[in-house]
């Protein structure tokens, strides 16, 4: 069973701090790497994407890829109340395009 | 836009009826998944389909069936509901893309309840 680990939270970061979410998979053949943001009662959106070791940035969000620790990160800088919501990673996992994904890390921004 | 849209946003229904979710989409995406989402269990594959009348288990079939018989239409089946399939069901597009970027479309969902 190929498996995406998140901490489920809540993490708790005061409004304007950088926020650091992080997961972990077991499959090394996984070549793309996603984040999807999920607010209560609706559905995911994507909001990173990531297939080279290193970093990507995209206005205040910065995924994170380390294939040989099998770890991939999001980081949110200056965050806002509005990024309050769940963080779900997502990991390609080969053939007819499936992903599998993480249970989510609950994100909580305090004003 | 791009759009996936799923037939119901809140859905009831009795033990033993048989219920059909529907999902449609409009990106000529040959990919289409059904999760659904328990609290602290995330998000878990029922079924996929990579082409018109042809399915794949995912990770938790049983209960459910699934029909594609249009490229633009993936159904969810609940044969005889029960009432541990109260969930969030949701469904997904994606394309068998060019490169190594593609991206998968969710429709917004479909809050099922059985009494």
């Known amino acids: 069973q190929k498996e995406v680990e998140q901490n489920s939270g809540p993490l708790s970061v005061p409004e304007g701090a950088i926020a650091s979410l992080n997961c972990t998979y077991s499959?090394?053949?996984?070549?793309?790497f996603f984040w999807y943001r999920q607010y209560s009662g609706k559905s995911p959106e994507l909001i990173m994407f990531?297939?080279?070791?290193g970093d990507k940035e995209d206005g205040r969000f910065t995924a994170q890829l380390n294939k040989a620790s099998q770890y991939v990160s999001l980081l949110i800088r200056d965050s806002q109340p509005s990024d309050s919501a769940t963080y779900l990673c997502?990991?390609?996992?080969?053939?007819?395009?499936?992903?599998?994904f993480g249970t989510g890390t609950k994100l909580q921004v305090i004003p | 836009d791009v759009k996936v849209t799923q037939s119901s946003r809140y859905l009831v229904k009795r033990t033993g009826e048989k219920v059909f979710l529907e999902c449609v989409q409009d990106?000529?995406?040959?990919?289409m998944f059904w999760y659904r989402q328990d609290p602290g269990l995330g998000l878990r594959l029922i079924y996929f389909?990579?082409?018109?009348?042809?399915?794949e288990k995912g990770d938790i079939p049983e209960g459910y069936s699934v029909s594609r018989e249009k490229k633009e239409r993936f159904s969810l089946i609940l044969e005889s509901a029960s009432t541990n399939q109260t969930s969030m069901y949701l469904c997904?597009?994606?394309?068998?893309?060019?490169?190594?970027?593609?991206?998968?479309?969710f429709g917004p969902g479909t809050r099922l309840t059985v009494l």
């Open positions: 997904a597009s994606r394309s068998n893309g060019g490169g190594s970027y593609n991206e998968q479309f």
């Open positions: 499959d090394r053949g996984s070549q793309s």
């Open positions: 990531i297939y080279s070791n």
């Open positions: 997502a990991v390609d996992s080969g053939g007819y395009q499936k992903v599998t």
């Open positions: 990106m000529d995406h040959e990919n």
């Open positions: 389909s990579y082409d018109v009348k042809m399915k």
